[in-house]
């Protein structure tokens, strides 16, 4: 039977490439449990400055453009605080640079719970495959969690260690957790829909895509509107 995720994290970080990047993967259960009393943190790691066809909109403006659809995404979910990197887009590496970003973040913000893309996750049937970034990321999140943030040895100028209890890992072909997300799914869809320069012309697409997706994992778990995740226990060992 599949596993609902019920539990209400107190602290959650959110790590993500791309500024539309979160909304998409996990605005429901980020407006779930911020809507219940969670501290909700969401890091963006590049600028999105080249996320367009159009050859006329310069990266500088792309990049401004986004960060101000970005506050207003974090507002509909109810984001205690977005924490921009400002990395260049297609450039994230999963080195120590951007791992000891990750790490610092962790240490200081303490989240019980963190959430990021799952690097394993290649190929989406024939007509999508995972964006290099969002690989690159999604190791370097689990990297910067376990061992680094844990033991003091790795970046010891990142302040105290903290153990991270739970990672999520969003965009997964291997799901065994479902966050019901049926209260959030309009602030989802409503956040996904801030991301204007991303959506232009296809708005009513995007979130039709969206919410059959939401749909079909709700089926998977039994509830209306569901995000599903591969979970790691990382506190039970
Ligand atoms: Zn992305």
């Not at 259960?29 to 219940?36: C, F, Q, V």
């Not at 970005?70 to 924490?83: D, E, F, N, Y």
């Not at 893309?117 to 290099?132: C, I, K, L, M, W």
Request: proline share 6%; charged share 25%; net charge negative.
């Amino acid at each position: 039977m599949p596993e609902v995720f019920e539990q209400d994290p107190a602290r959650v970080l959110a790590v993500y490439a791309h500024p539309d990047d979160p909304d998409v993967a996990c605005g429901g259960t980020l407006a779930r449990w911020a809507g219940r009393g969670a501290e909700v943190h969401v890091v963006v790691c590049s600028l999105g400055e080249k996320g367009t066809t159009a050859p006329a909109l310069s990266p500088e403006s792309l990049a401004e453009i986004r960060r101000s659809e970005t506050r207003a995404a974090g507002a509909v979910l109810g984001i205690a605080r977005q924490h921009a990197l400002g990395h260049h887009d297609g450039e994230l590496e999963n080195d120590a640079a951007l791992r000891g970003e990750l790490v610092a973040l962790v240490r200081q913000l303490k989240p019980d719970t963190v959430l990021g893309p799952d690097p394993t996750a290649v190929f989406f049937g024939q007509e999508y495959f995972n964006h290099r970034d969002h690989r690159a990321v999604g190791f370097a999140v689990l990297d910067a969690v376990s061992p680094a943030a844990a033991l003091p040895h790795y970046f010891p100028e990142a302040g105290p260690p903290h153990r991270v209890d739970t990672v999520l890992l969003s965009g997964t072909l291997e799901p065994d957790v479902w966050v019901d997300i049926s209260a959030t799914i309009d602030d989802k869809l409503k956040a996904v829909g801030c991301h204007r320069s991303q959506i232009a012309g296809d708005e009513d697409w995007a979130t039709e895509a969206l919410r059959l997706r939401a749909e079909e994992d709700g089926r998977r778990a039994g509830l209306s509107y569901a995000e599903g995740f591969r979970r790691l226990r990382l506190g039970v060992g």
